[in-house]
């Protein structure tokens, strides 16, 4: 199983090299040879040490002109990345070098050399000079090899699984749904009966909708907006359960649909919907359009 769960980090991946330590300033800060300015919060020098190529689990918060311009708890996924080779002297790569597991640290560095080599921007904001200083706030969450790290986000999907396909049995016997699924697993319950042929693959359809988590939360409605969608079936414009539950559809049916995750948003999940989640939907066919 392929795991894509690093944040790109175009603009927040860092890493770096031992460093030599000299003179504090009167914030507390120490210059390290590179010039690089760092202060520690919190220190565990016993705890695990990241290096090259460890993936690291970090919070941040970044200021220019102590203005606040990122901070992680803002990002609805964790800020994980690999640690590779600095990318300019006294980047923040250097400071990620000298921290430990568990360990809180604040360091300053060219705002310059900061947003045009390692954010990778064509050119400074404009609120930020050449000679301005960056201050980030880092606090390390975790340190993992590659091989830990994938190993711990398999079992994490894995355990995620186990839990969808659970919440998708419990459902259906605390409904009382007797009807079979189909051999790819959608619940297809036909509540309304239609007129006419069934819709096919490459026309186009308008369809009504509410869906629900299996707890009766609603996520979406077509109903509440007051507009049908419409979408040519059997090209992946909805999710796998809707092109297959459709076709078994005609003109006015109105179905209950009961979708493994498998069938719908899978182990990446999709905006409100977490990973391995199975959904229902009350859906009407309202029309065949061509």
Not at 87 to 95: P, V, W
Request: net charge positive; charged share 25%.
């Amino acid at each position: 199983m392929k795991i894509k769960t690093l944040i790109t980090l175009s603009a927040l991946i860092f890493t770096g090299t031992l460093l030599t330590y000299c003179q504090t300033d009167s914030e507390g800060y120490k210059t390290a040879k590179s010039g690089m300015k760092y202060k520690f919060h919190e220190e565990n020098d016993t705890a695990r040490a990241a290096k090259e190529s460890d993936i690291v689990h970090v919070s941040m918060k970044y200021y220019v002109h102590d203005s606040l311009l990122f901070d992680s708890k803002m990002v609805s996924q964790p800020i994980q990345f690999p640690i590779v080779k600095s990318i300019f002297k006294g980047d923040l790569y250097e400071g990620l070098s000298m921290m430990h597991r568990g360990d809180s640290a604040s360091f300053k560095m060219n705002a310059d050399s900061t947003f045009i080599k390692m954010f990778r921007a064509r050119e400074l904001p404009k609120f930020v000079h050449k000679n301005d200083i960056v201050k980030f706030e880092i606090k390390m969450i975790d340190v993992a090899t590659e091989e830990e790290f994938q190993a711990k986000k398999a079992a994490e999907l894995a355990g995620l699984k186990a839990k969808g396909d659970q919440t998708l049995l419990d459902y259906i016997s605390k409904e009382g749904i007797t009807v079979q699924p189909t051999a790819s697993g959608l619940y297809f319950i036909e509540t309304v009966k239609g007129k006419g042929p069934n819709a096919e693959a490459g026309q186009t359809v308008s369809v009504h909708y509410i869906g629900t988590f299996t707890n009766g939360t609603e996520f979406d409605s077509s109903v509440k907006r007051g507009k049908p969608i419409e979408f040519v079936l059997g090209q992946k414009k909805v999710i796998a359960g809707w092109d297959e539950a459709i076709m078994l559809m005609n003109k006015g049916c109105k179905a209950k649909l009961v979708i493994p995750a498998a069938l719908a948003y899978g182990e990446r999940g999709g905006g409100s919907i977490p990973p391995f989640t199975p959904l229902v939907f009350e859906v009407e066919l309202v029309d065949i359009l061509k």
